[in-house]
């Protein structure tokens, strides 16, 4: 398979302003990503698509293409998919969508969504074990699969309830991660169908896949993950994290 990856950055966060020209350890958010995603090589080409001429000027300083789309798309995958139909990206049979906000994403959960397309799904993603008492931070979505490893629900609920509350043991709890891989028949199916019910009331994109009937792989990862930048409180604990890798 041939891999394009895209980066969906988009400027206009209200939880956090500019968040893709955010500073991380000195250097824009947007650039953290590319650096990490490029670390990994197991992407064909990578390329950002963007609604900000800043941004795009920022994404350029890296050695990666900037692709400008429209301003009015509603979600992540509606701009990872007008960037991914241009004609130029035509040889590639999978589009990996790597989300601008998570600097920290592992190489596991790259490969291993990617791997979930080789066994057959419409779509890979990727989960990490999530200790009970983060479980209702609603900022760290949850995912449920079944036997095959394909999932069943994202919530940003707590899922599984546990109803019987003496057993606080850990291993019931995935957090999703931000990559998304598709098919290109899936990404096509997935921006054509109309926002589903769940999803609105979640603010989560990927029940829509569910809703029209797409397989969604979930490749486990063995170790926690943190959660994406999407406040100011996560962009201090991603600061301090980064300096910690560093020694």
Do not use: C
């Amino acid at each position: 398979m041939r891999v394009l990856g895209v980066i969906p950055a988009r400027l206009g966060s209200t939880r956090l302003p500019n968040k893709p020209l955010q500073l991380l350890a000195g250097e824009p958010l947007i650039t953290r990503v590319i650096q990490r995603v490029m670390e990994y090589g197991v992407l064909q080409d990578l390329v950002v698509a963007t609604d900000s001429h800043m941004v795009a000027q920022v994404v350029e300083r890296t050695g990666v293409r900037a692709i400008l789309t429209h301003d009015g798309h509603v979600s992540g995958t509606d701009r990872v998919a007008e960037a991914a139909g241009r004609p130029e990206f035509a040889q590639f049979d999978v589009v990996a969508n790597v989300q601008g906000d998570e600097p920290f994403i592992p190489r596991d959960a790259v490969a291993g969504a990617i791997e979930r397309i080789g066994m057959g799904d419409d779509i890979g993603t990727a989960a990490a074990p999530l200790a009970v008492e983060l479980a209702d931070d609603p900022a760290r979505v949850k995912v449920v699969t079944d036997a095959g490893g394909r999932a069943l629900y994202f919530s940003r609920s707590v899922i599984p309830h546990r109803r019987e509350t003496t057993d606080p043991s850990d291993g019931l709890y995935w957090q999703h991660l931000g990559i998304y891989v598709y098919t290109r028949a899936a990404l096509s199916r997935w921006v054509g169908a109309p926002p589903s019910a769940a999803e609105q009331a979640e603010r989560l994109e990927q029940l829509r896949a569910l809703h029209v009937g797409l397989t969604i792989g979930v490749a486990r990862l063995s170790e926690a993950a943190l959660p994406g930048v999407d406040t100011p409180d996560d962009l201090r604990r991603a600061e301090a994290h980064w300096h910690a890798l560093q020694g």
